[in-house]
């Protein structure tokens, strides 16, 4: 190749010009394999955010039920059978090795054990040890994979929350639910993808923050259903108004906004407000059928417990969470508790009276919406996950009381999941014999999420989404599937 001849002058010039653009040179580089691994990260998606999207991997489940205990379910009371912790009821733990963090300040002031006031037996083939709290979920245990020392990122009831139920500790972060809305779009465009039941009672910690869409495009956030009486207020037409009319005004609003929203594209929140309105138009036909519980046969509500009080809170979200499956919603989150208060799970004090109470709300609801969905061939296409933001010690600081409790551990979160691929009576993780931490490396809810994710038949490294200059995504930095519980 002929090269043009320069002198000493042209050559700084030229030196100088070489580096600008070879620093240029070097930025388009690592522009164009960005905007290239965006475009490999991200499927073609149709002009509807939420239009079906092909999965990355084939797998079963093609819905998701989020069952989400607010406050801190106590493992030790639960699913983690622990007699030598009954046995050093009273005294002191015995001096452990290589304790970090919050738990190695606990350890350090007075404390004493706490052995559960509850008998725990085997059941099923695979021999599970459950709680006497749970006589119903017991008898699906062999369905259930249950996944042990889970870390979350943080001890506190705010964050540990958002850990779980968004990957991230701090507020702004897309929930589980958006994601996977995100990636798969809805089957049903006549109901929301993602639905949020909340507890009758009120709101979870942090709110809406739970089920937001953060920095993925707002038609991704959850859809709030009440928890009792009419799930979505003023939903139906107005009495007077022809639907062909309703569609005129439709049409017309429709129009101004359009105008409205010339010049401001990527205005995420304006374009779901927008496609909301009909959304809710369409919803008018079928929202209606899918909400009326009334249908169900009598036998059928008995199962979720609606024919008792202390259940039928619970056995209703539950039993519109199936419902809303029929329906084609890809993701449903239910949330059993309100903040931090005694229809929490956060139980400080009296932890055996607190267990009793919340474990008897919501076994059989939760043991029925598995059964139900068995029975009717649902389970195998929908993954159900239990979760809670945290596990509890399994000793308190100070003297024994007459109705101890248990404090915040964020090392001993326990998880389950059914449905789809999961392997029935498998189990991922192990605590040491007081349910304090991990026996070994503790699993990180990043894993957690990705295993979500797999078993919905996403790749946590392709689902990404381009925010402030970095390609983001549910686990951050990445999370390991956990394939023990995949079958």
Known sequence: MNRPACNSRQGAGSRRAFLSQAYNGIGSLALGAMMAEQLAAEKPRSSSPLAEQMPHKVRKAKHCIFLFMQGGVSQVDSF???????????????RLPNVAGELQGRLSFPHVCVGS?????QHGESGRYVSELYPHLAGQVDDLAFIHGIKTDNQNHGPSTLSVTTGSQFPGHPSVGSWVSYGLGTENQDMPAYAVIQDPRGAPVNGAAVWANGYLPAAYQGTLL???????????????????QQRKELDLLGWLNEQHRQGRAGDTELEARISSYELAFR???????????????????ELYGMNDPVTAGFGRQCLL??????????????????????????????VAGGMARHSREVDR??????ADLKRRGLLEETLVVWASEMGRTPFKNGGMTDKPGRDHNSYGLVMWMAGGNVKGGATAGETDEFGLRATGDPIPIRDVHATILDLMGLEDERLRYLHAGRLRRLTDTGGTVIDRIIS
């Open 365 to 370: 609801p939760v043991a029925g919406l598995l």
């Open 321 to 350: 969470a199936r419902r809303l499956v029929e329906s084609g919603v890809r993701y449903t989150l239910l949330v059993h508790g309100v903040q931090i208060g005694k229809h929490s799970w956060d139980d400080h004090g009296d």
């Open 117 to 121: 006031s509850f008998d725990f037996k």
């Open 283 to 301: 919803m008018q036909t079928e929202a209606p059928e899918v909400v009326d519980i009334s249908q169900e046969t009598s036998e059928v509500q």
């Open 226 to 244: 009440r928890g009792s009486g009419t799930p979505i207020l003023n939903l139906a037409r107005p009495s007077g108004l022809s639907r062909k």
């Open 80 to 94: 983690e059978y622990k007699p030598e912790l009954k046995k050093l009821h009273g005294k002191p733990l015995p």
